[in-house]
């Protein structure tokens, strides 16, 4: 009698053991699909948006202005395409993690997405910020009649760039207020 009951309790737990191990596969197997279709999907849109910014002139308006430099060694288009990328990528997370019923991974995901144009908000008030320093740096670098220009030039630039991020860091960071 007892080892029929231990006979059908391991038959009971292997079967419950591999038809979780094949629900589980089989929800990997679709959560990997769907990041991979949203990797594609972003890297598509990427080239769509670089493509349309290089054909507005978008780079050759900010470097007949001068101020091309003033995103710190990243030019606006890929600044652009990365955060279109991230926003593809998190939404597609977001969808792959509810087809597969992980709730935690969807409120993170979800979490994201209403976190992302408050980045993009803050991030243009940054953007700005730099744009117009360097500007104004280079104009006063050009006067020669200024004394100390380059020392005065750096200092104005610190102070734009420093006011922007402050005034965008509750964009940023939403617990920086």
């Not at 979800?110 to 243009?124: D, H, R």
Request: glycine letters at 8%; one cysteine or more.
């Amino acid at each position: 009698m007892g080892y029929e009951r231990l006979l059908d309790q391991l038959q009971t737990s292997s079967t419950g053991f591999v038809g979780n191990m094949l629900e589980g596969l089989v929800a990997f197997c679709i959560f990997v699909a769907v990041m991979f279709a949203g990797l594609w999907v972003a890297q598509v849109l990427g080239l769509i948006l670089k493509r349309f910014l290089h054909q507005a002139g978008v780079e050759k308006f900010l470097q007949g202005h001068g101020v091309h430099d003033a995103f710190v060694g990243f030019t606006f288009s890929n600044i652009m395409i990365a955060l279109l990328k991230l926003y593809v990528v998190v939404a597609f997370l977001g969808i792959a993690a509810d087809m597969v019923n992980v709730p935690m991974i969807t409120f993170f995901a979800a979490q994201a997405i209403g976190y992302l144009p408050s980045l993009v908000q803050g991030l243009v008030i940054l953007m700005a910020g730099l744009v117009a320093g360097d500007y104004i740096t280079d104009r006063m670098k050009e006067h020669k009649k200024m004394p100390f220009a380059n020392s005065v030039a750096i200092v104005v630039e610190l102070f734009i760039a420093y006011n922007a991020l402050v005034i965008a860091m509750p964009l940023l960071l939403p617990a920086a207020d």
